[in-house]
């Protein structure tokens, strides 16, 4: 993802994802690798993840899963590469470089039409001061709860509602709320 291209220090992210159940279907791994670049800070990534299935006795097919993730971000600020308006600011008088572990966990509960999750993808809090009195560097703890359904209209068209509820430490509550139709399980429209 590239944001305002052609703007010397624009965001840019990459991701890759992969993830698998294993032969019993019941146990899936997975790997999750990020890089985060905004001007003279970068932050790369690498999250393992384990899930655990069960399956629930209902009319229709459900499954509670439990998952949990553990990995690192490597974090890097050139700061020296910044021109600044006061050379003596102690909050840009060195680089950082630093390794961030962080462990996540979550629940997810699926049907053939419903599901709906809650996670924490971040339990550590991970503050770095460079010494300059206060808190240079904060990670966030986020808490997200998911959900949705699908409503069959007819044979050939569907609509899928869902939600994202997220909480930041003591920022605004964020909440979105999309709709997507979906015709034929070939052709998807939504709006958020």
Do not use: C
Request: charged share 15%.
């Amino acid at each position: 993802r590239f944001q305002n291209v052609g703007l010397k220090g624009a965001p840019n992210t990459q991701t890759f994802s992969v993830h698998s159940p294993l032969l019993n279907e019941r146990v899936a791994l997975g790997m999750l690798v990020i890089h985060d670049q905004l001007s003279v800070i970068n932050q790369t990534g690498v999250h393992f993840s384990y899930a655990y299935r069960i399956p629930v006795s209902t009319k229709y097919n459900g499954t509670i899963s439990f998952g949990i993730q553990g990995g690192v971000s490597m974090y890097n600020a050139r700061y020296s590469e910044l021109e600044i308006y006061q050379p003596d600011d102690p909050s840009f008088a060195q680089n950082v470089r630093e390794a961030r572990p962080n462990i996540g966990a979550g629940i997810y509960y699926r049907t053939n039409l419903s599901y709906i999750g809650l996670s924490m993808p971040s339990l550590l809090n991970n503050v770095f001061d460079r010494g300059v009195g206060y808190e240079t560097i904060y990670q966030t703890r986020p808490l997200m709860l998911m959900g949705g359904h699908v409503f069959k209209l007819n044979r050939m068209i569907k609509l899928k509602p869902n939600f994202l509820f997220k909480m930041v430490d003591n920022r605004p509550v964020e909440f979105d709320i999309n709709v997507n139709a979906l015709f034929d399980e070939v052709v998807w429209a939504g709006i958020s």
